[in-house]
């Protein structure tokens, strides 16, 4: 089955610090990839889509300078939380799919990356 | 109202039980369906697609019932191993594709 990698795991930084999430799919090449986050008790919220080479596009709500995206390959996205407040403190999930036409099928899910800001 | 709302649990049922989930989204022009399992502090994983015409695998059984926008899981001869949170997620393509998850129902197996 596809697999997607996510770096780090799990990650304890400073306030005001800048964090870097890298989500690799790797056995696949995928057409678009989802950032999510997920808070205690709640289901997961997505917080973007990006698509290998283009801007990515934010939900309502969620601060494109703050959660720079970039999706340099068709393999490789990362999320860079900027000025990281405790408030930002969450579990991350990318996810990656192969699809045409923007219609995307089934998600296969990175492990994941804790996120704590102290 | 909530786009993709699932039942509220938590679920306690003992081993052998079969327990059923629902779940209603509220735009008709979604596209794709599925279950997907998520164990505590883990990422969601793919449990099972939904299709118009039911499909099974194995103990677990999804239908889905477009007039209504209902999905269902019905999970038979339930195992300890399948406690977790069941997340409905429904996808579309209207003004800009959309992956909505539903709040999870979480289900406890006992002994």
């Known amino acids: 089955g596809a697999v997607v990698s996510q770096h780090p795991s799990w990650v304890i930084c400073k306030s005001g610090t800048s964090v870097k999430i890298e989500c690799r799919s790797l056995d696949f090449q995928a057409t678009t990839m989802f950032w999510y986050r997920q808070f205690p008790k709640q289901s997961l919220m997505l917080m973007a889509t990006?698509?290998?080479?283009?801007?990515?596009?934010?939900e309502q709500g969620v601060e494109k300078d703050k959660f720079l995206i970039n999706h340099a390959s068709l393999t490789l996205s990362t999320l860079t939380v900027t000025s990281a407040h405790p408030e930002d403190s969450s579990f991350y999930i990318c996810?990656?799919?192969?699809?045409?036409?923007?219609?995307?099928?089934?998600?296969?899910f990175g492990p994941g990356t804790r996120l704590t800001v102290l | 109202r909530k786009e993709v709302e699932q039942d509220p649990g938590p679920f306690n049922v003992p081993e052998g039980a079969t327990v059923a989930f629902n779940c209603t989204y509220s735009?008709?022009?979604?596209?794709?369906f599925f279950w997907y399992r998520q164990d505590c502090r883990k990422e969601p994983k793919l449990l099972m697609s939904v299709y118009s015409s039911g499909n099974e695998d194995g103990r677990f059984t999804a239908q889905l019932n477009r007039a209504s926008q209902y999905i269902s899981l019905l999970i038979r001869d339930s195992k300890l191993s399948d406690s977790a949170t069941y997340l409905c997620v429904v996808n579309g393509n209207t003004g800009g594709f959309k992956t909505i998850f539903g709040a999870g129902t979480r289900l406890f197996v006992k002994a």
């Open positions: 735009n008709s022009a979604s596209q794709s």
């Open positions: 990006s698509n290998e080479g283009s801007k990515a596009t934010y």
């Open positions: 996810s990656a799919s192969v699809g045409t036409s923007g219609i995307t099928d089934t998600q296969y």
